[in-house]
């Protein structure tokens, strides 16, 4: 089912907000990002039957960044629906769409604080992971949409792109005492357990590829920096 002409218009400007946020943020959280999680959502959720909430789905992938606590303080990151209420109330006067009324802000801005890895991960180490987290379908399409482009080749350039940001060094020797703190243990320590935390059937075939591409760049890796074993 395609979007009303009052949803697309506060697509529209909800595209427009993210796009002025991700500005500020560095390759590896860039508009492009965004864009690429809004795609593999819907195509995620588009797929499924029956449908989760389209508008939800877009809505949630387009804003899902805007308040990554890798960028923003965690008293701004705090309270997801505080900080979207203002544009949600004025999508209301300006195109007769009321999400809060309807309850659909309420979701998104859930899912928005509920995408994370590291907030499923506290989550479910406090035993905290709920029913809804379980069961809502929007939000695994958007979790699985921002895991997916966390792996493969994307996933390996915004590894790197975060890397040179923060001046995290790409490959550290396993006998130095920063070992633990390089792109590649990275890889290690997250990348290559989201093949087994995606939820949605089409985001775990997806995922399948993607990781073999993850692996496999990590065996390179390995060969290239043990140079000599290989003459």
């Not at 991700?22 to 508009?31: I, L, R, V």
Request: overall charge negative; glycine content about 2%.
């Amino acid at each position: 089912m395609s979007l009303t002409p009052q949803e697309n218009a506060v697509v529209l400007e909800a595209e427009q907000v993210m796009n002025e946020a991700m500005a500020k943020y560095d390759p590896s959280h860039d508009a492009f990002h965004v864009q690429r999680v809004r795609r593999t959502a819907l195509a995620l959720a588009n797929s499924l039957s029956p449908k989760p909430d389209l508008l939800v789905v877009e809505l949630a992938a387009l804003l899902h960044d805007i308040l990554d606590k890798k960028y923003v303080s965690a008293e701004q990151a705090a309270d997801p629906y505080s900080f979207f209420l203002p544009f949600f109330t004025s999508m209301a006067s300006k195109h007769g769409l009321d999400l809060v009324q309807d309850g659909r802000a309420q979701q998104i801005a859930q899912i928005v604080d509920n995408v994370s890895w590291s907030t499923e991960s506290k989550l479910r180490k406090n035993n905290l992971w709920s029913e809804w987290h379980q069961t809502c379908v929007e939000l695994h399409c958007v979790q699985d949409a921002d895991r997916l482009d966390a792996i493969g080749a994307f996933g390996i350039m915004r590894c790197a792109a975060y890397s040179a940001a923060v001046n995290r060094p790409l490959y550290v020797p396993a006998d130095d005492p920063r070992a633990n703190d390089s792109a590649i243990q990275h890889f290690h320590d997250k990348l290559v357990l989201i093949r087994d935390r995606l939820k949605t059937a089409p985001g775990k075939a997806l995922g399948e590829k993607r990781h073999n591409v993850l692996t496999a760049f990590i065996a390179s890796v390995e060969e290239e920096y043990n140079v000599t074993e290989h003459l």
